[in-house]
């Protein structure tokens, strides 16, 4: 309860922050599922001195920038804009913000670059959605409030006050040049490489020494600023000094005035350590193991995009014509005409309407992701062909688990002997594909250009069902079974580069993993020709090589 009370007194300092500052710290991600404790912060949030516009991720250009108001526009004959949100609102809610596209990202970015907008960013996904990286980076504060029970919001107050502390307080505010080199300093400890970081923590600071409407920033408005700006941008975890100083050989502070100067001196130590209190129990040691993401770095599942007239996520109208499947925009439509009626009513005085041409037509598009396919072709020959299967089903498995949430799907090749097997077909059923690896043959030699056929086969058949395959190779040294099953290296070889420069002609996207004891010039000169990445992994175990693969894969 006590990380609770924590995470709810962050989330509330942090919206007064902004009430200080919003230019400056450009605003909150705030992680939170629908319920009582989220409507209860955003009630604090409504309670800011500027009022919220909100915005989804599907309000388009003209909502969010403004354009040609096509009322007026008809009615008067002459071009009359209209202001969009960004221009109306200096602070926007962003409701559903794991579901952002890169378009409003772009605009929303580019608004907080010129602090013309402070933002909160609602982010309501589960643990594989975030809303985008670029976003998160360009705002100063993040609170994630998922799993906080009801309970805690006893004896929460309801309102924000200090609302009627003035902004401009904070340019009286002095800071030293070594407040700033501790914030940069320690900044760089927790493996922050942002120079965003160190600004927003002196905005911070700032913000929070207004609040107590003193003069000067002190020790303590470093360390609120370093647990509400750095805790969730640490990517390392910070080494513990050796020794504490020692406290008994300081000599006090001879008056008032040294005291004073005391509080005001923050060491980086100080600050690292503040960020440290305010990390989630647990991220410190992923953290050192470097087994974390960070806000909005999470693995996109998806495939291609494909653009179209017919479903998907909307984009942006174009100039089109009114045929075929293809929807007209009739806003967009209208707002293209609408400038030149009264240039067309002067040619055409009798016309009545609006004056609609060819060229003023707009249609609807859609964007729509593929689902990605990742074909596993691994080596079973050899003795150690339990081994590296094992591995393989292990990192199958750990995939398709989170196969439903990131729209994989899994297929298994392997070869051995004098050829290929399917072992497993494309799929994103955990249980169909725990029951097709129970059992994995392993032994004879090694017909690596079957395996490569194989699985360049698989990708082709589906690439024509609309899925966007990579196909992920495992061995530990060169073919020597040829694609007619004769044991001969040279042969064997060149079959292999043959069809690797199939796969690379095609465009299929490839990965060589090389699990032998040492890398093998072979497999690298074959991940040359398919123009594929090269791990050498000589002891890769299922959660690495799903790791591995994850990260390779990534699109």
Known sequence: MAECADALSRARLALRLLAIDPAGLGGLWLRARPGPVCDHVLGWARGLPTPLGKIFPGTDDATLLGGIDVTETLASGYVVKSEGLLSRSPALLLGMAERTGPRLAAHLGGALDERQTMLIALDEGTEEEAAPAALIERLAFAVDLTGIPRAALMDLPGALDDRALAPGRLADLAFSPDQVAALTVAAARLGIESLRAPVFALAAARAHAALADRAVILAEDLSAAARLVYAHRARIAPDSPDEAPDQTTQAPPENAQDAQEAKTQASDEMIVEAARAALPEGLLASLATGRTRVGGQTTSGSGDSKRGLGRGRPLPSRPGRARGDARIDIIATLRAAAPWQRLRRSVQPGASGVLVRREDIRVRTFEERTSRLLIFTVDASGSAAVARLAEAKGAVEILLSEAYARRDHVALVAFRGKGAEMLLPPTRSLVQAKRRLQALPGGGGTPLASGLM???????????????????????????????????????AEDADDVARLIRGDDIPALVIDTGARPQPGLKGLSETLDAPYLPMPRADAERLGAALRDATTI
Not at 459 to 481: E, S, Y
Request: glycine share 18%.
């Open 454 to 492: 194989a699985a360049f086969q698989t990708a082709k058949g589906a690439r024509g069902k609309g899925m966007t395959p990579t196909i992920a190779v495992l061995t530990d040294g060169r073919g020597n079974v040829a694609l007619d099953g004769r044991g001969d290296r040279k042969a064997a």
